[in-house]
């Protein structure tokens, strides 16, 4: 066991003080035999949690909510959002509480959030709760996304309930994914608190996000834009990140857009096979708004209504705060293609003396090659570290158009990539959507040795030492189209 000061962890209420308008106190639904199964040690550690504690009945029950240290206060958090362009008004975790803040030894700022915790206020006619292989997804492709150096929440541990739950004509084991962020605040967030038309709680929020994520934001001429413009260049980057790894969120609502420039929601995620831009997973997006080509537009989107919200502390005058919000709006579009140039000058192997002008235009010439077969997206950038030493069969093999690709191929091998730091960039293991799905169906079975090899190799995303080469591999021929879906 660990010692007595970290065995209960202390939970701050600091949201639900600054803001008590935005929660609901809620109590997650009873687990009628919580069991763990999958604890993340190395978060566990960062955070300053006793890995001992938690495995133990006591930790368990902390980790679905069923006890909750001494002075803890659970809550629901209220947020509104755009779904589908659609807006809802008011949206919230129906399914999910915040416990409450932890502090990290270092002094870092913490949620604790549960997911599948059961009904709250916000459940809007849903059950609250969650199966197992839809939070296990979430805890796979985090740790892939923080291991490839992407901004994201993680997720602590997934416990089973004891409860089977009703999805899809079938019943499956109910599970609750204990997730840590920098924070839960959204642009919903602040779509929600414009809409009550309170000026001093808008300012309020404000303020917490400023002091939370953006502290710089506080010392400008206009906090309040400093604060809308240091959100608009963490999604920015943020999204450019997504690209380069051929990652598609799926359901890029307004609420899942984070204050803090954290991916969070792995709902209907997944990563692309074919460099397509087309590419859909989501059952939801019948009509392909957040297709993988679609997400640096709609992100750019997502946060004119960011801008919206903030108006009203922009400036006194309506329409001069309309103006400035639209000019400030317009640097998304640079900070965007500065950040996914300099994404594809890193993927390419090329230094800084690689200007804009040469490495944008070879960037969308190799997209159009690899558009035209398509071609694997993980397995092409990463053979293309093989040209650069000399080797350009592994991937000139993958494509059609082959006068091109040589042509192109030429151009780039002037410009002396260098190889061995495109693969500390370009992956070699990333979640292969047919992998998920056959080590979430054996984990619902009863088997959790899939996971626990998904998990050893796409959190070693760089280096194939001692990994089996069935991570490296695209879907066979039999796999067919990838369907993913929200696990509501």
């Known amino acids: 066991m660990g010692t007595a000061s970290l065995v209960t962890p202390d939970l701050g209420h600091a949201y639900a003080d600054a803001l008590p ?283 004119a209504r960011f801008a919206e919200a903030l108006l009203p502390l922009v400036a006194d005058d309506q329409q001069e705060a309309v103006e400035i919000a639209t000019a400030s709006l317009e640097g998304y579009a640079t900070t965007y293609a500065a950040a996914w140039t300099e994404q594809v000058r890193r993927k390419l192997g090329l230094g800084a003396d690689a200007s804009d002008e040469v490495v944008g235009p070879l960037a969308e010439q190799l997209a159009e090659l690899m558009r035209g077969t398509p071609v694997d997206h993980t397995g092409f950038w990463r053979d293309l570290s093989a040209a650069a030493r000399g080797d350009a069969a592994p991937a000139r093999d993958r494509l059609l158009d082959l006068e091109g690709f040589d042509a192109w191929l030429e151009r780039w091998r002037a410009l002396g990539p260098d190889a061995d730091a495109m693969d500390r960039v370009n992956p070699v293991h990333v979640p292969r959507n047919h992998l998920v799905e056959s080590a979430l169906e054996s984990a619902t079975a009863g088997d959790l040795a899939p996971v626990h090899a998904l998990l050893a190799a796409i959190t070693q995303p760089y280096d194939p030492a001692g990994v089996d080469e069935v991570y490296r591999q695209p879907a066979p021929d039999g796999f067919g189209a990838y369907t993913t879906y929200c696990g509501t």
């Open 21 to 303: 308008e935005l929660v609901k106190p809620w109590q997650a639904a009873a687990a009628p035999d919580p069991s763990l199964v999958l604890l993340n040690e190395p978060l566990a550690a960062e955070l300053g949690l006793d890995g001992d504690w938690l495995r133990s009945p006591d930790g368990v029950a902390f980790l679905v909510g069923a006890q909750v240290p001494e002075g803890a206060t659970p809550v629901a958090m209220a947020y509104a959002g755009h779904q589908f362009g659609g807006y809802s008004p008011l949206l919230g975790d129906g399914r999910a509480l915040l416990l409450g803040e932890l502090r990290d030894p270092a002094g870092g700022l913490h949620d604790l959030h549960l997911k599948g915790s059961g009904r709250t206020p916000f459940a809007r006619g849903g059950d609250g709760l969650a199966v197992l292989a839809p939070m296990l997804r979430e805890y796979v492709v985090s740790e892939a996304m923080h291991a490839l150096g992407i901004p994201t929440t993680r997720a602590l541990a997934v416990v089973t309930t004891g409860r089977d739950v009703a999805r899809d004509g079938g019943w499956f084991p109910g599970a609750v994914l204990a997730r840590v962020a920098s924070s839960h605040l959204r642009v919903g967030t602040f779509q929600l608190t414009r809409a009550m038309d309170d000026v001093g709680l808008l300012t309020r929020l404000a303020d917490l996000a400023i002091a939370r994520h953006h502290p710089d934001a506080a010392d400008a001429a206009s906090p309040y834009l400093a604060l809308f413009e240091a959100v608009r260049d963490a999604q920015a980057r943020l999204v450019a990140q997504w690209m380069g790894v051929g990652f598609v969120h799926g359901v890029l609502n307004t609420d899942n857009v984070t204050i803090s420039g954290e991916t969070i929601d792995y709902g209907p995620c997944a990563f692309v096979d074919a460099a397509d831009p087309a590419t859909v997973f989501s059952s939801i997006d019948s009509g392909g708004r957040y297709a993988w080509g679609n997400q640096p537009g709609v992100t750019a989107w997502n946060l």
